[in-house]
């Protein structure tokens, strides 16, 4: 008698925390501050267009909505959202390398945001894919069917993407539990960050390379001042850079937009770790030309530089690789913040264009007929990352992103009740 | 098939294991000693009756054509191959003998050891022991690789179709495990298309260079490039002036990626141990950097 009683009071108890839970839940699923500002507006509005876009392309097939055709099957869905979007997703396994591997302390305060912004990469970058594929149910057949393509590079590269999610869910889930309050899986997790980490690294490693395998395969296709079998190398190398100046944009973003969330210790050093950042960038950027040019003596199509392609390749390589790294010595030099944040948009339109360059313009650049992308295609990709911006402004609003340590947080919010000094920094700037 | 717990898991491990590792293989096919079956197109005997695409339509169902097969109006136009017509005829002017000009064939090659089966990463595109390179429709999941991959450009999409397949000559693959010959060979009137093994097809092919000199470029397109083709060419004009690609090379396309595919495992092995060690060095140097400053 007694012990039913026990259950039934054990169960109630259950019941109310999870009824407190789903009411937590919900109240984190309501938008924090002002809902009518221009950033809201504008994105909303794309967001909005673009499901409907969206809905089209799947009701009448991909020919309906791109510029897709039998001669360019890959346009920027694949080579601006996937295969750029995932280079940019780079800085998470760089700066988990440069703090949980080399125990560079002083970057510790950016590494939860790179791991969220990285983790969000994937999932909406990566899962652009989705929107890209002809059937895209079946994209679970190389992972559970009976059809394992093992001799496929893209094979590689999708295993390595849903592994990779993984790994970088476990690094950021310390940041969940701390939000949720659940102290014994924060700590289970935050066990597994280095493994985690160590994976993470070595999925990175092998995809950011195999992003550009993928066009071994198309020797024939694509210019020669492009294709080379570096390709996989310089594609790793140049997810570094790639990784680390998004790492600093991002940082200058969310340096102004959310200026009230970021810890201290993250305000104090943040000049500091912009410039060390930039120091990274230059290495990589420095051994990505070095390659680029041995690459252009092995290859010895120098003739071809003094085609249009070959002016385009050298606006790539001198404008985009070389410059970067002038700029960011001067800054380093100067200990100019201001231009390091200049230059990292610099960096990143040239990883834009190397993209494209390869997947898209360098790619049957003999085509008579050659590929743009229609205005839907380009509506739909600002779609996705309208989508992600929202998705990553929910998380900083109410998960610890900036702060790292739970007691540092709680301090924290001591000092400022965070929930009343939130205001959307969107809308002024 | 049913699958029980201790072969799932057993599948499960090796899948990882395999996955990890990512064990470069090339076609099955291309390693055993079956013969491969392929087709040799003689394009000087080629008159340009389209028998083989009307042919080709019937056995596979397409949709019927605007114009009809009996019409030269198609001719016009250079035509590709499409998700409606797995084969067409181009006709091109003979630089030899402007009279006579040269009809060419344009279908799937079925590559000894296809770019588009190693792209496939379901193995919908496979290479079969037979010769053909056929698709499995359930298992693609329309991602356009096999596209990108193949040096000819004969996969075509179907993007007009919310359910959308791949499309391409399957060399009448149900055809010839009945024992029949493909159908656009059955159909030709002239003997320009003929079926056999690849080995018969080459002797026969060599056979007409040497008998006719004078005839025939001396060349057999397929037989070398991209590692050797199923279906291969004659002519009496240099392919180039056909509208083959000379820039192909003879290296079959899988092994463009074995290089890759093979450092994939070595990265599997060495970088975590390589990480640990750094990170475990980097700790002591760390706390050592401690001691000293307390000191």
């Known amino acids: ?6 259950d039934t009071g054990r169960a109630r108890k259950a019941l109310h925390a999870v009824r407190e839970f789903a009411r937590f839940l919900a109240s984190e699923m309501k938008p924090k501050g002002k809902i009518w500002t221009p950033f809201n507006v504008i994105s909303g509005t794309i967001i909005v267009v673009g499901i409907a876009l969206i809905a089209i392309r799947f009701y009448l097939g991909l020919g309906a909505v791109t510029n897709l055709s039998q001669e360019y099957p890959w346009g920027i869905w694949i080579g601006f959202d996937v295969i750029t979007g995932v280079a940019f997703a780079g800085g998470a396994y760089v700066l988990t390398f440069v703090v949980h591997i080399m125990k560079f302390e002083k970057y510790e305060p950016i590494v939860r945001v790179t791991v969220l912004n990285g983790f969000l990469a994937y999932v909406f970058y990566a899962g652009a894919l989705l929107l890209d594929l002809g059937r895209p149910w079946n994209v679970v057949n190389p992972i559970i069917g009976n059809a394992f393509g093992l001799s496929s590079v893209l094979f590689l590269v999708a295993w390595h993407f849903l592994l990779y999610m ?10 969940v539990a701390e939000w949720l309050n659940w102290e014994k899986a924060r700590r289970v ?11 993470g690294i070595t999925l990175s490693t092998l995809h950011q390379s195999g992003l550009g395998a993928l066009f071994l395969l198309a020797p024939a296709k694509i210019h020669p001042l492009w294709y080379s079998v570096y390709i996989p ?21 969310t340096h102004k937009v959310f200026h009230d969330k970021i810890g201290k210790t993250l305000r104090a050093n943040h000049d500091e770790i912009l410039l060390g950042l930039a120091k990274g960038c230059i290495g990589a950027l420095f051994a990505y030309l070095f390659l680029k040019v041995i690459e252009l003596v092995h290859g010895g199509h120098w003739d071809l530089l003094a085609t249009p392609m070959g002016y385009w390749y050298l606006v790539e390589i001198v404008g985009f690789v070389a410059l970067p790294i002038f700029l960011f010595g001067t800054a380093i030099r100067k200990r100019s913040v201001r231009l390091v944040q200049f230059t990292s948009f610099f960096t990143a339109l040239g990883v834009i264009l190397n993209r494209l360059n390869v997947s898209v313009i360098a790619f049957k650049w003999y085509a008579p007929v050659r590929y743009y992308p229609s205005w839907i295609e380009i509506w739909v990709t600002l779609t996705v990352i309208c989508m992600e911006l929202w998705v990553f402004r929910w998380v900083v609003n109410r998960m610890p992103v900036f702060t790292e340590h739970p007691e540092a947080a709680k301090v924290e919010e001591e000092i400022i009740p965070v929930a009343e000094v939130v205001r959307w920094k969107y809308s002024g700037s | 098939m049913s699958v029980n717990r201790r072969d799932f898991l057993k599948l499960a491990g090796v899948t990882g294991c395999s996955l990890l590792a990512g064990a470069p293989r090339r076609s099955e096919a291309a390693m055993t000693s079956i013969e491969f079956y392929g087709m040799l197109i003689d394009t000087t005997k080629c008159i340009g009756c389209r028998s083989c695409e009307e042919a080709c339509n019937e056995q596979n169902g397409l949709p019927k054509p605007e114009v009809s097969f009996s019409s030269e109006s198609v001719f016009e136009t250079k035509r590709d191959t499409s998700p409606g017509a797995f084969t067409v005829l181009n006709r091109f002017s003979n630089g030899k003998n402007p009279d006579n000009p040269v009809f060419v064939r344009r279908q799937c090659l079925h590559c000894c050891q296809p770019a588009c089966a ?21 298992r693609c999941m329309g991602c356009r690789y096999c596209m990108i991959a193949c040096p000819f450009d004969i996969p075509k999409f179907e993007y007009s179709s919310p359910l959308p ?3 391409k000559c399957i060399f009448c693959y149900d055809r010839l495990k009945a024992g029949e010959r493909p159908a656009c060979v059955e159909a030709c009137p002239e003997g320009a298309s003929i079926f056999g ?10 056979t007409r260079i040497y008998e006719n000199p004078d005839r025939y470029v001396h060349r057999i397109y397929g037989e070398h490039e991209v590692g050797g083709t199923g279906t291969m060419y004659l002519s009496a004009v240099p392919f180039e002036e056909l509208g083959f690609r000379n820039d192909v090379g003879t290296t079959p396309y899988p092994e463009h990626t074995t290089g890759f595919l093979y450092g994939v495992p070595l990265v599997f092995v060495l970088w975590p141990s390589i990480l640990i060690g750094l990170s475990y060095l980097a700790e002591n140097g760390n706390k050592e950097r401690n001691h000293e400053e307390e000191e």
Request: hydrophobic letters at 50%; one cysteine or more.
């Open chain 2, 118 to 138: 190693s792209a496939c990463l379901t193995r919908a595109m496979q290479k079969t022991v037979e010769g053909p390179v056929i698709y499995n429709k359930d």
């Open chain 1, 1 to 6: 008698m007694k012990r039913k009683s026990n």
């Open chain 1, 233 to 253: 190398v310089l594609f790793f190398v140049s997810s570094i850079f790639a990784g680390l100046s998004m790492v600093i944009i991002e940082s200058t973003f």
């Open chain 1, 166 to 175: 993984i790994c970088e869910f476990i690094e950021f889930s310390p940041a």
């Open chain 2, 197 to 206: 093994t690849r080995r018969e097809l080459l002797e026969i092919a060599r």
């Open chain 2, 165 to 167: 397949y791949i499309r």
């Open chain 1, 189 to 199: 997790v935050a066990k597994m960050t280095t493994g985690a980490v160590i994976f």
